[in-house]
């Protein structure tokens, strides 16, 4: 039997942090094909002695000082890679996604090896309407609702260059994957804490609904919710506050998102909560094994 080919998705916050919490360690052993990055914080002449190991690295860090950076780990030198920080004139961003093209949120790679494109995206956290916020019950100061739009925003452009990337794939000849931290958890069994995560950002209504909207039977399907079934996780964030990860009340909001070809070739997954007892994140690296001809 062929070996699988597996890919992973990992927001590392910040990959100085995470190196030193192991992350060089599970990159090595993990085995995977194919890693995509969040959250990697970094400016390229900053990054660690051998911070992506033995991989090829499409980096995007952004402009954004400590903050953002996407990445596509791969074993051969990609075919192609696609950033939002080098404008494309046969393919201009929506309006709504330029603001966020030197922010490091976004990158896609043609693999050389096999027909797919993989891409890594790292939505904004957004915020909650000006009707939801409370001074009483919020960390950061009430805004008015100015990151929640900006989020909304963030979601209609994408959705548009979504669909886009996703029919280029097709035209070439590749199945399209999207891995990454979107922000949003779509359903019920994706937050552990349903009945008070419903006016929380990141479970809105609207997000769940935006989320629900790319994923057809025929566009793209959650490929781990697939796998698990219709049951409670698997979760793949976790406060560092008090007893969440201990007690596994998490959220799932790292996903695989793949056209039908893809999905069907899914065998088997595994969120890896912590490596060598260690946690390397607040998120988990999503693994899943594709079985590919």
């Given at each position: 039997m062929p070996r699988p080919f597996r890919i992973a998705t990992a927001n590392i916050n910040g990959i100085r942090a995470a190196h030193r919490r192991g992350f060089d360690d599970w990159l090595a052993t993990r085995g995977c094909d194919v890693v995509t990055l969040q959250e990697v914080r970094c400016p390229v002449d900053a990054l660690p002695e051998g911070a992506f190991g033995d991989y090829h690295a499409?980096?995007?860090a952004g402009e954004l000082a400590g903050r953002n950076g996407v990445a596509v780990l791969t074993r051969e030198p990609a075919a192609a890679v696609r950033t939002w920080s080098v404008p494309d004139p046969a393919s201009p961003l929506p309006r709504a996604l330029r603001k966020h093209a030197t922010e490091g949120r976004y990158i896609e790679v043609d693999l050389a090896d096999v027909p797919l494109t993989v891409a890594s995206l790292y939505l904004p956290k957004g915020g909650l309407p000006a009707h939801l916020q409370d001074?009483?019950?919020?960390?950061?100061?009430?805004?008015g609702g100015a990151k929640y739009a900006r989020k909304m925003?963030?979601?209609?452009?994408?959705?548009?260059h979504l669909a886009a990337s996703r029919k280029?794939?097709?035209?070439?000849?590749?199945?399209?994957?999207?891995t990454g931290d979107l922000n949003v958890a779509h359903q019920r069994h994706d937050v552990a804490a349903y009945k008070r995560s419903n006016q929380v950002e990141g479970f809105l209504?609207?997000?769940?609904?935006?989320?629900g909207q790319q994923l057809t039977p025929r566009t793209l399907v959650d490929?781990?919710?697939?796998?698990h079934g219709d049951a409670p996780g698997p979760y793949s964030w976790w406060s560092w506050l008090g007893r969440a990860y201990d007690e596994d009340r998490g959220w799932r909001i790292d996903y695989h998102l793949a056209t039908p070809g893809l999905a069907r070739a899914a065998r088997a997954y595994e969120v890896d909560r912590h490596h060598l007892g260690q946690r390397i994140s607040d998120h988990a690296p999503v693994?899943?094994?594709?079985?590919?001809s």
């Open positions: 499409a980096y995007d001074s009483k019950r919020m960390r950061e100061a009430p805004d925003a963030f979601m209609a452009g994408f959705a548009r280029a794939a097709a035209a070439q000849g590749r199945e399209f994957l999207l209504p609207e997000e769940r609904e935006w989320l490929v781990v919710r697939r796998l693994v899943v094994d594709y079985e590919l």
